[in-house]
């Protein structure tokens, strides 16, 4: 089945990584708790660590934290 689109605006964001970091990301997937993909696996780790990041205060608040907090 599709999945519906995805309704929160998004801009493409090009890494290079190890296989290693792949391959940790692809084992996460396959629990399907962070994501289905290593790509969405890697968006959310990324996205919970800027939020630890904000709450730490070595980031001033932003609409991310914002979200978070509700």
Do not use: Y
């Amino acid at each position: 089945m599709a999945r519906s689109p995805n309704l929160v605006e998004t801009v493409k964001l090009h890494l290079s990584t190890t296989p290693q970091v792949i391959a940790a990301l692809d084992a996460l997937a396959r629990t399907g708790k962070f994501g289905k993909t290593h790509t969405e696996v890697g968006e959310e780790l990324l996205r919970a660590k800027l939020r630890e990041v904000e709450l730490e205060g070595w980031l001033n608040p932003t609409p991310l934290g914002a979200r978070a907090r509700r």
